[in-house]
């Protein structure tokens, strides 16, 4: 029985969630439980997808099911081709296919076999995989496709299994695994992997998957309401759990909302830095749910800037000031920052590019450089003044070095530590330095 939280106690979730810090004495094998140790399974199912085009993660063309008792008495296994509902074909130069696109695209569609399938992927079922990750989101994402209801179920990873066993760390090929156990499949055949997947793990765990798991204390992952939860082996130290409580805070704040209005997904990069539960817990009072895949989402959250986002992309900054939050304990520093073509660009050249429409070659600025302070970029009148520098024909500038004018909030952020930036100025101290009001009547 998993943890589900009703009515008035989703307002006290905050509390219930913030992560306690852990003595160092007691770190080994301690983790928040946020959903229930091992339970009793009725079967295990192997599964396995491919892609017509890796690009749709919806775009199935062929499912894989071997199910066995947990035991591993084999109890069914089929192969179902799908149409894959997307005309051009991308899944690697070396992977053919034993159909051509014409013959598979008179299949059904998922929809139309989405029973059959996942009638097998049920509360009861341990679902075992190889990097089941990208699979879990696959049936996420063509179940948002179809309309069809996204199934709840446990699943383990064949790395994990093989990690508890060796005490190694990373992830290894299927094939790898396979040929260390003497297993002989052929790969992409998705038949085929599942019943790899179930040999590799049988010869891991000597045959007893849920004895193995309970001996090792790992955590089975979940997908629930299009969630997945990430589970595996034990945490050891306080980094490692802090990270592991952020990548799934989605899950926590949203798994129990049955009918959610628009679903968001959250960029992982923007989640593993910092604790968001404060903005998912205020979604959530405003009848929002979560997703783990960007598809599935109505809205995308990101930090990382892209001359061409889509129209469902809000920036965490913008989020969190239409959510009423206090902007100052969050961080809105871009990730990483891309061109129309996907192609790597710094920072100035976005704003160069972003702005191009209000900038001038004379202005107040006349190319002089603007920098400032990371407590103004956190702040609402950010974007603001980014238009005022251009638009007065100045250049922004992330290196204090390179500027001639530094913005602070107010002038006793000079005394604060902590702020590299601050740090920089003062080292210079070439700039003149301003705060926004004084910014304003300058350009005024």
């Known amino acids: 029985m998993y943890l589900i939280f009703k009515g008035n106690e989703l307002k006290n979730l905050k509390e219930k969630l913030i992560i306690k810090k852990i003595d160092k004495k007691n770190q080994k094998n301690q983790k928040e439980k946020f959903v229930n140790?091992?339970?009793?399974?009725?079967?295990?199912?192997?599964?396995?997808?491919?892609?017509?085009?890796?690009?749709?993660?919806?775009s199935i063309c062929w499912a894989g099911v071997c199910a066995v008792s947990t035991s591993f008495k084999p109890l069914t296994r089929f192969d179902i081709k799908i149409n894959p509902a997307i005309r051009h074909k991308f899944c690697g130069k070396d992977l053919t296919f034993p159909f051509t696109g014409a013959e598979i695209r008179r299949e059904k569609l998922f929809g139309e076999v989405a029973d059959r399938l996942l009638s097998h992927l049920t509360k009861d079922t341990l679902v075992l995989g190889h990097a089941f990750d990208n699979d879990a989101r696959m049936i996420i994402d063509a179940c948002a496709?179809?309309?069809v209801a996204c199934p709840e179920f446990d699943y383990v990873d064949t790395n994990i299994l093989y990690n508890a066993?060796?005490?190694?760390?990373?992830?290894?090929?299927?094939?790898?695994?396979?040929?260390?156990y003497g297993i002989e499949f052929n790969a992409h055949d998705p038949l085929e992997?599942?019943?790899?997947?179930?040999?590799?793990?049988?010869?891991?765990?000597?045959?007893?998957?849920?004895?193995?798991?309970?001996?090792?204390?790992?955590?089975?992952?979940?997908?629930?309401?299009?969630?997945?939860?990430?589970?595996?082996?034990?945490?050891?130290?306080?980094?490692?759990?802090?990270?592991?409580?952020?990548l799934n805070m989605p899950f926590i704040a949203g798994a129990s909302q049955k009918t959610p209005n628009d679903l968001y997904y959250i960029d992982t990069a923007v989640l593993t830095r910092q604790d968001l539960m404060p903005?998912?817990?205020?979604?959530?009072?405003?009848?929002?749910?979560?997703?783990?895949?960007?598809?599935?989402?109505?809205?995308?959250?990101t930090n990382n800037l892209c001359l061409d986002a889509p129209p469902d992309t809000v920036s965490l900054r913008a989020l969190v000031y239409e959510l009423g939050l206090d902007g100052t304990q969050f961080d809105f520093s871009p990730k990483r920052v891309r061109d129309a073509r996907g192609k790597a660009i710094t920072i100035e050249e976005y704003y160069k590019c972003a702005f191009c429409g209000f900038s001038k070659k004379?202005?107040?600025?006349?190319?002089?450089?603007?920098?400032?302070?990371?407590?103004?970029e956190r702040?609402?009148?950010?974007?603001?003044?980014?238009?005022?520098?251009?638009?007065?024909?100045?250049?922004?500038?992330?290196?204090?070095?390179?500027?001639?004018?530094?913005?602070?909030?107010?002038?006793e952020e000079l005394k604060q530590q902590g702020d590299q930036r601050l740090r920089t100025y003062r080292r210079y101290k070439k700039q003149q330095v301003f705060d926004l009001v004084e910014f304003s009547d300058f350009l005024s």
């Not at 045959?207 to 629930?224: A, C, V, Y």
């Not at 603001?384 to 500027?403: K, P």
Request: net charge positive; hydrophobic share 35%; with cysteine.
């Open 165 to 180: 066993l060796t005490g190694e760390t990373g992830e290894r090929s299927l094939a790898k695994l396979a040929e260390k």
């Open 37 to 58: 140790p091992i339970k009793k399974y009725r079967k295990i199912v192997s599964l396995d997808f491919e892609l017509y085009n890796s690009m749709f993660y919806w």
């Open 379 to 411: 702040s609402e009148h950010f974007e603001n003044m980014l238009r005022a520098i251009l638009s007065s024909g100045g250049r922004v500038c992330f290196e204090v070095g390179d500027s001639d004018y530094f913005i602070v909030l107010d002038k």
């Open 145 to 147: 496709k179809y309309n």
């Open 193 to 246: 992997d599942a019943r790899a997947t179930m040999e590799v793990a049988k010869a891991i765990t000597d045959g007893d998957m849920l004895g193995f798991i309970k001996k090792h204390n790992i955590e089975p992952s979940r997908l629930e309401n299009s969630l997945m939860y990430r589970g595996g082996l034990p945490i050891e130290n306080t980094e490692q759990l802090e990270k592991h409580n952020r």
């Open 362 to 376: 004379g202005g107040k600025l006349d190319k002089k450089g603007v920098s400032f302070s990371k407590r103004v």
């Open 279 to 301: 903005v998912l817990l205020a979604l959530v009072d405003k009848g929002h749910g979560f997703t783990s895949t960007p598809f599935s989402a109505s809205i995308h959250i």
